[in-house]
Protein backbone atom coordinates (compact mmCIF):
# COMPACT_ATOMS: atom_id res chain seq x y z
CA UNK A 1 0.00 0.00 0.00
CA UNK A 2 1.28 3.44 -0.91
CA UNK A 3 1.53 5.95 2.57
CA UNK A 4 0.91 9.80 2.32
CA UNK A 5 1.83 12.26 4.04
CA UNK A 6 0.95 15.85 3.73
CA UNK A 7 2.79 19.14 3.81
CA UNK A 8 2.76 22.92 3.72
CA UNK A 9 -0.05 24.03 5.37
CA UNK A 10 -0.24 26.83 7.82
CA UNK A 11 -2.32 29.69 8.45
CA UNK A 12 -2.55 32.73 5.71
CA UNK A 13 -4.56 36.19 5.38
CA UNK A 14 -7.46 36.21 2.57
CA UNK A 15 -6.16 37.21 -0.91
CA UNK A 16 -3.08 34.93 -0.05
CA UNK A 17 -1.74 31.84 -1.22
CA UNK A 18 -0.21 28.13 -0.21
CA UNK A 19 1.18 25.02 -1.89
CA UNK A 20 0.15 21.87 -0.28
CA UNK A 21 2.49 18.88 -1.23
CA UNK A 22 2.10 15.18 -0.21
CA UNK A 23 4.45 12.67 -0.41
CA UNK A 24 4.19 8.75 -1.42
CA UNK A 25 6.12 6.18 -0.32
CA UNK A 26 5.70 2.10 0.09
CA UNK A 27 4.40 0.97 -2.97
CA UNK A 28 5.25 3.56 -5.35
CA UNK A 29 6.30 1.73 -8.39
CA UNK A 30 2.78 0.87 -9.14
CA UNK A 31 0.84 3.21 -10.74
CA UNK A 32 -1.64 5.24 -8.51
CA UNK A 33 -4.55 8.07 -9.76
CA UNK A 34 -4.39 11.22 -7.07
CA UNK A 35 -6.51 13.35 -5.27
CA UNK A 36 -7.33 16.61 -2.83
CA UNK A 37 -9.86 16.78 -0.36
CA UNK A 38 -10.63 19.04 2.25
CA UNK A 39 -13.13 18.55 4.91
CA UNK A 40 -14.15 21.63 7.47
CA UNK A 41 -15.82 21.49 11.07
CA UNK A 42 -19.35 19.78 11.06
CA UNK A 43 -18.89 19.54 6.73
CA UNK A 44 -18.60 16.45 4.55
CA UNK A 45 -15.39 15.59 3.15
CA UNK A 46 -15.43 17.53 -0.63
CA UNK A 47 -13.00 16.93 -3.31
CA UNK A 48 -10.69 19.44 -4.13
CA UNK A 49 -8.97 18.61 -7.13
CA UNK A 50 -7.93 15.44 -8.95
CA UNK A 51 -5.27 13.78 -11.33
CA UNK A 52 -4.47 10.84 -13.25
CA UNK A 53 -1.20 9.12 -13.04
CA UNK A 54 0.00 10.85 -16.11
CA UNK A 55 -1.16 13.92 -14.91
CA UNK A 56 -2.50 15.07 -18.51
CA UNK A 57 -6.49 14.88 -16.78
CA UNK A 58 -7.28 17.28 -14.32
CA UNK A 59 -10.55 17.87 -11.87
CA UNK A 60 -11.40 20.64 -10.16
CA UNK A 61 -14.29 21.16 -7.26
CA UNK A 62 -16.34 23.85 -8.23
CA UNK A 63 -15.49 26.13 -4.96
CA UNK A 64 -11.73 26.35 -6.19
CA UNK A 65 -11.94 26.26 -9.90
CA UNK A 66 -10.20 29.00 -11.35
CA UNK A 67 -7.69 29.65 -8.03
CA UNK A 68 -5.99 25.92 -7.76
CA UNK A 69 -3.52 24.33 -9.40
CA UNK A 70 -3.04 20.13 -8.88
CA UNK A 71 0.20 18.67 -10.59
CA UNK A 72 2.64 15.88 -9.73
CA UNK A 73 6.02 14.79 -10.10
CA UNK A 74 6.07 10.91 -10.80
CA UNK A 75 10.03 10.88 -10.56
CA UNK A 76 9.65 12.49 -6.81
CA UNK A 77 6.68 10.62 -5.79
CA UNK A 78 4.85 13.80 -5.00
CA UNK A 79 1.70 15.49 -5.64
CA UNK A 80 1.17 19.65 -5.25
CA UNK A 81 -1.74 21.62 -4.90
CA UNK A 82 -0.84 25.59 -5.61
CA UNK A 83 -3.71 27.58 -3.90
CA UNK A 84 -4.29 31.52 -4.98
CA UNK A 85 -6.57 33.82 -3.75
CA UNK A 86 -7.57 32.09 -0.78
CA UNK A 87 -10.35 32.60 1.11
CA UNK A 88 -11.84 31.97 4.61
CA UNK A 89 -14.36 29.56 3.40
CA UNK A 90 -11.18 27.78 2.28
CA UNK A 91 -10.21 26.62 6.04
CA UNK A 92 -10.12 23.03 6.41
CA UNK A 93 -8.38 20.09 7.13
CA UNK A 94 -6.88 19.03 3.50
CA UNK A 95 -6.19 15.50 3.05
CA UNK A 96 -4.46 13.55 -0.03
CA UNK A 97 -5.35 10.01 -1.58
CA UNK A 98 -4.36 7.79 -3.40
CA UNK A 99 -5.78 4.96 -5.81
CA UNK A 100 -3.15 2.64 -6.44
CA UNK A 101 -2.74 0.47 -9.95
CA UNK A 102 -5.16 3.02 -11.65
CA UNK A 103 -4.53 5.38 -14.17
CA UNK A 104 -7.45 7.82 -14.50
CA UNK A 105 -9.45 10.68 -12.70
CA UNK A 106 -11.55 10.09 -9.66
CA UNK A 107 -13.08 12.39 -7.62
CA UNK A 108 -15.60 10.50 -5.14
CA UNK A 109 -13.85 9.38 -1.86
CA UNK A 110 -14.81 6.03 -1.93
CA UNK A 111 -12.60 5.71 -5.12
CA UNK A 112 -9.53 5.74 -2.76
CA UNK A 113 -7.75 3.43 -0.98
CA UNK A 114 -5.03 5.57 0.73
CA UNK A 115 -5.20 8.90 2.89
CA UNK A 116 -2.62 10.97 4.66
CA UNK A 117 -3.09 12.49 8.10
CA UNK A 118 -3.95 15.99 6.87
CA UNK A 119 -2.81 19.29 6.85
CA UNK A 120 -4.62 21.88 8.24
CA UNK A 121 -5.31 24.88 6.15
CA UNK A 122 -6.25 28.46 7.93
CA UNK A 123 -7.48 31.97 6.17
CA UNK A 124 -8.39 34.64 8.03
CA UNK A 125 -10.15 37.78 6.94
Known amino acids: QVQLVESGGGLVQAGGSLRLSCAAS????????MGWFRQAPGKEREVVAA????????YYGDSVKGRCTISRDNARNTVYLQMNNLKPEDTAVYYC??????????????????WGPGTQVTVSS
Open 97 to 114: AAREGHYGLYIATSSYDS
Open 26 to 33: GRTSSSYA
Open 51 to 58: ISWSGSTT
